[in-house]
């Protein structure tokens, strides 16, 4: 391609990059501290939230909990091999705004992927009391799949300038 400017989406993926490092490795860090410090019988209460040590051998609420481990790991290696490819495309030139919630979902998918990998579970620490304990991969998940969808909620904005028209959009 003649007379793209390649370096806006070189430095989208470098920091997607280190985006999904980072927020992999907190909550890959938070699991190991919560599975020294943290009982399953007994609740730290915060002021917004809990901490209190669960395992989940399912995915979501449990679901899928009867499978085998590598079923679920091949599942969600599937799904994260895909949301790569995504997350690459979403760095692109013409797309600016969907890479950073991808890049959320794509490190809670690899830090639970990680987690699970080890023993077959996945270690969860935030506990509410009205919801299922999670952790923070699962956040970094769900945040970003709200974030996807209120992108494509919004309306396609075209920009004219001298030059050229700019379509912008959540691609």
């Given at each position: 391609?003649?007379?793209?400017?390649?370096?806006?989406?070189?430095?989208?993926?470098?920091?997607?990059v280190?985006?999904?490092?980072?927020?992999?490795?907190?909550?890959l860090g938070?699991?190991?501290w919560?599975?020294?410090r943290?009982?399953?019988?007994?609740?730290?209460e915060?002021?917004?939230?809990?901490?209190?040590?669960?395992?989940?051998?399912?995915?979501?609420?449990?679901?899928?909990?009867?499978?085998?481990?590598?079923?679920l790991?091949?599942?969600?290696?599937?799904?994260?091999?895909?949301?790569t490819?995504?997350t690459?495309?979403?760095?692109?030139?013409?797309?600016?705004?969907?890479?950073?919630?991808?890049?959320?979902?794509?490190?809670?998918a690899?830090?639970?992927?990680?987690?699970?990998?080890?023993?077959?579970?996945?270690?969860?620490?935030?506990?509410?009391?009205?919801?299922?304990?999670?952790?923070?991969a699962?956040?970094?998940?769900?945040?970003?799949?709200?974030?996807?969808?209120?992108l494509?909620?919004?309306?396609?904005?075209?920009g004219?300038?001298?030059?050229?028209?700019?379509?912008?959009?959540?691609?």
């Amino acid at each position: 391609m003649r007379g793209v400017d390649r370096a806006p989406a070189a430095r989208r993926r470098v920091t997607a990059v280190i985006a999904v490092v980072i927020l992999a490795a907190l909550d890959l860090g938070l699991k190991a501290w919560a599975e020294r410090r943290l009982t399953t019988d007994h609740t730290i209460e915060l002021p917004a939230i809990g901490l209190r040590l669960a395992h989940n051998p399912g995915i979501a609420f449990g679901f899928g909990h009867t499978l085998p481990t590598v079923v679920l790991l091949a599942g969600i290696g599937t799904i994260i091999a895909g949301m790569t490819v995504l997350t690459w495309r979403a760095t692109a030139p013409e797309c600016s705004l969907a890479w950073p919630p991808l890049a959320a979902m794509l490190a809670g998918a690899i830090a639970n992927f990680a987690d699970r990998a080890g023993d077959g579970v996945v270690t969860d620490y935030l506990h509410t009391g009205w919801w299922p304990t999670f952790n923070l991969a699962d956040t970094y998940i769900t945040c970003g799949a709200i974030a996807l969808a209120a992108l494509t909620l919004r309306p396609a904005r075209t920009g004219t300038n001298s030059h050229s028209e700019t379509k912008y959009d959540a691609r």
